[in-house]
């Protein structure tokens, strides 16, 4: 299986090459030749503990890794879980469930994603004798994750673009405390988009990413998106058969990397009902699957800062399958967008295949509180903006995206409980590195030019 650029200009690449370089060299992101058809191996995967699951899905896709290496690498991704099941799903009523996605080590989904990243990095590090640089922009928890997944890891370094104090504190210090030597933490002026931004610019220097052999991390990253599709069909497998093509998916999003893969697990064969879009009061993908206008507004902070984000960048790959995978439509589109800050669909077809929801700051809390009482269970404020307008489903199973200890502020503040985890404690007398700079390319580029060390053997 090869890979391709959404945009069309770029070489097809190996999956492991696809997976270092994380973007595209056209700046498109990379997509699989084709979506396999998996109807008759769903029907062999019923059963299946998470990692063989995974194993068995990723053998669709990474051709050029060697089965059996392959299935040891994954065994190995997902040892630190503090859940046997990996991803458990919790029966609400007998139309909600939660699929707890938190229970890896920085609690929150991106864990699936990165510590499998982690070691498909390592793997090629070993091989090539060449060490990587990476880079990734983060509104809180995929920094944490990333950095969880890479920490330590030879031949690796990790660069974290992070708002500078719009992060909460416990993510801040999941990520500048780690004490290692191959994490850079850099909290940048400016908001989220501005960090993400700065990050495209310095990957659209090529030469500069080619000299330092820089690899992206964000959900930009192929490997990532496959990564996800994954716990989508080990929570399908686990409805009942007759209620599985009922089920619709809720996803907190922000940068559409979570729907997105689940919506490509449906299409190459896990029918379910549909998806769900449900955003905070940055709203742009909600008022995309409203009406068609994918229009950028200004990013504001809110109680799930993990989704404050307007500018989505897997929205492109979605935007690519929309346009009837027509890679130089997309590319039109794309640099429209770049140009006005707005793409407009007319394609009914295109703006209903998912419904959305948005919840502001108040709602969130008045939801943390009605969920509680409702069914004793607690949500954080990602999880929270899920459970809006579910009336319409006949089943839905809600993606908890994180554990609610990672905002304890907000849990105490509405429920009055105070919500802790060990692995979060921890951190609270370890010391903070991290590395102030403009949300600019050239002080980044020169900022990693500066940590190269000699090519460890
Ligand atoms: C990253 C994140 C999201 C948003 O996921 P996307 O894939 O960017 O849409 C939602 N909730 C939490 C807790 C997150 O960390």
């Given at each position: 299986m090869n890979y391709f650029s959404t945009r069309g200009l770029a070489e097809p690449h190996s999956f492991s090459e696809a997976v270092k370089i994380g973007l595209a060299p056209d700046g498109g992101l990379f997509v699989p030749e084709r979506l396999p058809d998996l109807t008759t191996q769903l029907t062999q995967w019923e059963g299946k503990s998470y990692p063989d699951l995974c194993g068995s899905f990723f053998q669709n896709f990474a051709s050029d890794i060697d089965a059996l290496e392959l299935e040891t690498l994954v065994r190995e991704a997902y040892t630190e879980f503090d859940?046997?099941?990996?991803?458990?799903?919790?029966?609400?009523?007998?139309?909600?469930?939660?699929?707890?996605?938190?229970?890896?080590?920085?609690l929150a989904f991106k864990d699936f994603a990165l510590q499998l990243l982690g070691k498909l990095y390592e793997r090629q590090v070993s091989r090539s004798g060449v060490s990587i640089n990476v880079l990734g922009a983060t509104s809180g928890d995929t920094g944490a994750a990333a950095i969880n997944g890479l920490v330590g890891k030879k031949g690796v370094n990790i660069f974290i673009l992070y708002p500078d104090g719009r992060v909460s504190p416990l993510q801040e210090r999941q990520m500048t405390c780690t004490g290692e030597s191959n994490v850079y933490p850099i909290a940048v002026t400016g908001s989220f988009d501005d960090a993400q931004a700065a990050l495209k610019d310095v990957f659209g220097d090529s030469d500069f990413s080619r000299s330092v052999n820089l690899s992206a991390v964000n959900s930009i990253n192929l490997a990532r998106i496959l990564a996800q599709c994954v716990y989508y069909i080990f929570a399908w497998l686990k409805l009942p058969a007759s209620q599985r093509e009922k089920t619709t998916f809720v996803v907190p999003t922000g940068n559409f990397g979570n729907v997105l893969a689940g919506w490509m697990a449906s299409k190459m064969g896990m029918k379910v009902a549909g998806f769900r879009v449900a955003t905070n009061r940055n709203d742009i993908l909600y008022r995309f699957f409203a009406s068609g206008d994918y229009s950028v507004g200004e990013a504001s902070s809110s109680l799930a800062p993990s989704m404050d984000i307007q500018v989505a960048s897997n929205f492109e790959r979605y935007l690519y399958y929309g346009l009837g995978e027509d890679s130089k439509k997309t590319r039109k589109a794309m640099a429209d967008f770049k140009k006005r800050g707005t793409f407009q669909s007319g394609d009914d077809s295109f703006i209903k295949s998912m419904s959305s929801s948005r919840m502001d700051d108040t709602e969130i809390c008045d939801t943390i509180r009605s969920v509680y009482q409702k069914y004793g269970y607690i949500a954080d404020p990602h999880t929270a903006c899920a459970f809006k307008d579910l009336d319409e489903f006949e089943h839905c199973v809600i993606l908890s995206t994180a554990h609610p200890a990672k905002f304890p502020e907000t849990i105490e503040e509405t429920l009055g409980i105070s919500v802790t985890h060990p692995s979060l404690d921890e951190l609270k007398d370890r010391k903070i590195v991290k590395h102030p700079l403009s949300a600019d390319a050239e002080a980044i580029k020169e900022f990693i030019r500066s940590k190269q060390k000699p090519v460890q053997s």
């Open positions: 859940h046997d099941e990996l991803a458990p799903l919790v029966s609400l009523s007998d139309r909600i469930s939660v699929l707890e996605l938190f229970h890896g080590p920085t």
